[in-house]
């Protein structure tokens, strides 16, 4: 059946600024390359001001990496890659024809997992700094070592996190939005490209943190005497 | 011609479960190694390791999860372009905050080697 | 249907249905998702803020006429010139040919129904209008007084100004010009026509694709270094303060990061459109159009590792300085290839001297000063003396104002018959165009000299011996002042009494000239199918109605 062939023959979803389904998909698939090369940039901006601080200030990134709990990065870096792994897995179910539950089923887990995310990251990570005081400009009560470049630190440990932190929530929203979709039949191995391309964004929040996780928990090693 | 492809029906490539799942373990034990080797003394090979592994997992996230290896040329045009602007935007910095205190323009390698440590 | 002639000899379109009155109501503009009333309604936002910045102008200019100030405390006129700055770059120039012409010619010259995502070429108006407002509001209430470029520890730490509701108004018309660029990228990739390929394309679109690029890959960049700025104005610390070893010169980093590729997203449309101009009005095919087109790549691709040069004498490292001093030299050849290019197409050129044209030529000559004294600026001992001065005000005002405000009108009088349907007067255009030249350079020349004496840019008092000079630049202000108002008004009148159009007034080549003036709203009756190359004007041209 050629796409070329009269009007009724496409499928739901079709735009009329295209000639055919082959020209949308792939026009939404650049797009949302596009869009993921300026988020690249937009984290770039705190990423490369963050490796000149870290070139500047070495010790004082050391002792403030050392106030995170590499337990609590590490955990949340499995959660996300789970939730790549559930992402995936939705879109191959449209891909291949499954029925709209499974789909529903592999996304509500991607969302429990980013949830999960979240949840872990508020609790205790971002509450317990808050209650030890050192988040910068809100909870500042540290005495130790290296102060200035450790509340600097910090500053960039909480500006990199929270602005992943807000894509996340995006990301949560995009899933919902997703969901719905999917009750409502909007998909088939035809057209699944809004999922397609919102699993290009949430796969690229989870590179986003894998970067995080090693560049702000293993700063200088965790080895005894580090 | 046009860029636009004339195929119908047949839309993207299908990735095998296994596919999906050895990479998922792939990127989980790639988490487990960065974790561990943080724990073992090995200087300044820390961090290159740390970033070699980030890098590593990264790279199957984009080939596998999304799609790329998969994908047309351009896409991965796009992707390389966005992480070499990143390039510039590091690489043109760190050539003013790094070099504020060099007191001569030194001399061949010697120029590198400073220059590359201080980010270790 | 070929359309590789353009059928001249049609009886002009009379009331047949087209994108203006396909639809009526407040909602039926509001809501559009059709590219070409998306592009009048960025032609009345950006019009709207022209005026607001232009004001601005008129009073610092007015001030500047008495060495110890004319009108204002030095505080407003601090908050006047930071106005200024920052409405004419973020919210006129940077949209200006991009979001109106750009939006409105793109899916016709490439022979596509309208953009890839035409939702979010309608978001992107509405995010643009958000940060337009929240601009307006900060400089209502009190204005900021940090010079367009914001530079921390004043911004973030010191001043007592709107910094955080203007930082907001940048960042959220950024995504404004991501949006749009993002579309332009996947509309040149993915929507031309059959037969139309990449080096049968106008100039005009190269030119947009190469800015679409620097929208996409720096914009995000101030987004973020304006989110870092309202961060630590609001948590009073941050990456840029001092007291925790921030270093503020790496805002400035970020900062020119994006706003020298910006310069460049302001003035490559502008060369797109002069490429336009220069074949139509002397009924010739481009020099070298492969060089003109990769001209356009090489700006963008170049105009991202020169940014230190607005850094030279702010503590940046003498070695950083060198490399961006030799790469700074470097950018400046594309530009000069298009010059030369245009030159060599007017040579032998059957020329005629209607207003687009005029404003096409000034641009050339105004472009080309303004250019040559960027050298003499990237050139690292001559920036010492000459930074800071106005010298820099005049140098960046020949090529934005010069240049790209001129091209912006040479191209809406170009187009302006395919937009509205109406033929505007020519004579009178003429007229404004040439009180704008002569106004302009009245403006601006004198501040090369003033800089080059010494007076320092962003002051509001100098010595007593400048004033001369200044009183002209003054003068020469009101002069250009009356040059903008001349086509508000007969452009405004075509749109109700201008003789009605047809489809190709000037006789030109381009896809956008096949097609109905004013076009239907799917753009032609028939998708095109393009066999010749662009300005193939010795070929089957004919004359022009």
Redesign the interface.
């Known amino acids: 059946m050629s796409e070329l062939a009269a009007h009724g023959a496409h499928p739901p979803g079709f735009a009329h600024q295209f000639e055919t389904v082959a020209q949308q998909r792939e026009a939404g698939q650049l797009g949302m390359w596009v869009f993921l090369v300026t988020e690249i940039l937009f984290f770039g901006g705190m990423f490369t001001s963050y490796t000149i601080y870290r070139a500047l200030h070495y010790e004082s990134f050391v002792t403030g990496s050392h106030l995170l709990e590499v337990r609590f990065g590490a955990t949340n870096t499995y959660v996300l890659i789970c939730s790549s792994l559930t992402m995936a897995l939705a879109i191959r179910c449209a891909q291949t024809g499954k029925r709209k539950g499974q789909i529903i089923f592999w996304l509500i887990l991607t969302m429990i997992f980013g949830a999960l995310f979240l949840g872990l990251k508020l609790r205790f990570e971002w509450y317990r700094d808050y209650v030890d005081g050192i988040v910068p400009g809100v909870s500042w009560a540290y005495t130790g070592a290296h102060a200035p470049g450790v509340k600097m630190f910090m500053c960039f440990y909480f500006f990199m996190t929270g602005l992943h932190a807000l894509h996340m929530v995006v990301g949560l929203g995009i899933l919902t939005t997703l969901v719905i979709m999917t009750a409502r039949n909007r998909f088939s191995p035809e057209y699944y490209a809004p999922l397609e391309i919102s699993g290009l964004y949430w796969h690229f929040v989870d590179i986003v943190w894998i970067f995080l996780f090693a560049l702000l928990y293993l700063i200088g090693g965790r080895y005894p005497g580090s | 011609m046009s860029e636009h492809s004339e195929q119908s029906g047949h839309v993207g490539h299908v990735v095998p479960v296994s596919t999906y799942v050895i990479v998922f373990i792939l990127l989980m034990m790639g988490t487990a190694l960065t974790t561990g080797v943080a724990y073992i003394d090995l200087g300044r090979w820390n961090t290159v390791v740390a970033l070699a592994i980030a890098v590593t997992k990264t790279m199957l996230v984009v080939l596998f999860f999304m799609h790329v290896k998969y994908a047309a040329g351009l896409t991965r045009v796009v992707i390389l372009a966005g992480f070499f602007w990143l390039g510039i935007m590091i690489t043109l910095s760190c050539s003013d905050e790094l070099t504020r205190t060099w007191e001569i323009i030194p001399q061949g390698w010697n120029m590198i080697i400073p220059f590359v440590s201080r980010l270790f | 249907m070929s359309t590789a002639i353009a059928d001249l000899h049609e009886p002009p379109a009379e009331s047949g249905v087209n994108y203006l009155n396909a639809n009526y109501g407040i909602k039926s503009w509001l809501l559009t998702l059709d590219h070409k009333r998306i592009a009048l309604l960025y032609l009345g936002s950006i019009t709207i803020m022209f005026i607001v910045g232009g004001v601005a102008a008129v009073l610092m200019r007015l001030h500047l006429v008495e060495p110890q100030g004319a009108l204002f405390e030095p505080e407003t006129y601090n908050k006047l010139f930071s106005t200024h700055g920052i409405i004419m770059v973020f919210f006129f120039l940077v949209p200006s040919i991009p979001a109106t012409l750009g939006n409105f010619l793109i899916p016709l010259m490439i022979g596509?129904?309208?953009?890839?995502?035409?939702k979010l070429n309608l978001l992107s108006w509405y995010v643009f209008i958000t940060g337009a407002c929240f601009a307006l509001y900060a400089t209502l209430s009190g204005g900021v007084d940090t010079g367009w470029t914001f530079y921390p520890p004043y911004s973030s730490l010191y001043s007592h100004t709107n910094v955080v509701a203007v930082a907001l108004g940048v960042f959220i018309a950024g995504f404004s010009s991501?949006l749009t660029?993002?579309?332009f990228?996947?509309t040149i990739?993915?929507?031309?026509?059959?037969?139309?390929?990449w080096f049968r394309l106008p100039l005009f679109i190269w030119a947009m694709y190469a800015t679409s690029l620097i929208f996409?890959?720096?914009?995000?960049?101030i987004?973020?270094?304006v989110f870092?700025l309202g961060?630590e104005r609001?948590?009073?610390?941050?990456?840029f303060d001092p007291?925790?070893?921030?270093?503020p010169?790496?805002f400035q980093?970020?900062f020119w990061?994006y706003s020298h590729p910006a310069v460049y997203i302001m003035i490559l449309p502008g060369m797109g459109v002069v490429s336009e101009l220069v074949t139509a009005f002397s009924r010739k095919k481009i020099f070298g159009y492969s060089f003109v087109a990769f001209s356009s790549l090489s700006i963008a691709v170049i105009s991202?590792?020169v940014?230190?040069h607005h850094?030279f004498v702010t503590g940046?490292?003498i070695?950083?300085g060198l490399?961006?001093s030799v790469l700074s030299f470097l950018v400046a050849i594309p530009s000069a290839v298009k010059v030369f290019n245009w030159t060599a197409t007017l040579y032998k050129g059957s020329i005629s001297y209607e207003a687009p044209m005029l404003y096409a030529l000034g641009f050339i000559g105004l472009f080309t000063i303004g250019g040559l004294t960027g050298l003499f600026l990237a050139s690292l001992a001559t920036d010492v003396h000459l930074n800071g001065t106005y010298f820099i005000v005049a140098h960046f005002h020949y090529v934005m104002v010069g240049g790209a405000v001129m091209a912006f009108m040479g191209g809406i009088h170009f187009w302006w018959p395919k937009i509205t349907g109406r033929l505007y007067p020519d004579y009178w255009a003429r007229i404004a165009a040439a009180i704008v030249f002569v106004g302009f350079n009245l403006t601006f020349f004198p501040q090369f000299i003033l800089g080059y004496a010494g007076m320092p840019r962003r002051y509001a008092i100098y010595p007593a011996e400048f004033q001369v000079l200044n009183v002209m630049s003054s003068a020469g202000a009101s002069i250009l002042g009356v040059g903008y108002l001349i086509p508000l008004i007969y452009l405004t009148w075509s749109m109700r009494y201008g003789k009605p159009a047809g489809r190709n007034p000037w006789g030109a080549k381009g896809l956008e000239w096949t097609t109905l003036s004013p076009p239907p709203t799917e753009n032609f009756e028939e998708?095109p199918i393009v066999t010749e190359d662009a300005y193939e004007y010795l070929v089957a041209g004919g004359p022009r109605v």
């Open positions: 596509a129904r309208d953009v890839a995502f035409p991501i660029g993002l579309n990228i996947v990739h993915k929507m031309r026509a059959p037969g139309m390929t996409v890959l720096g914009t995000p960049v987004a973020i270094t870092l961060l609001i948590l009073h610390v941050g990456i007291s925790v070893g921030g270093d010169l790496l980093h970020l990061f991202f590792v940014w230190g850094m940046q490292s070695y950083a490399v961006f998708i």
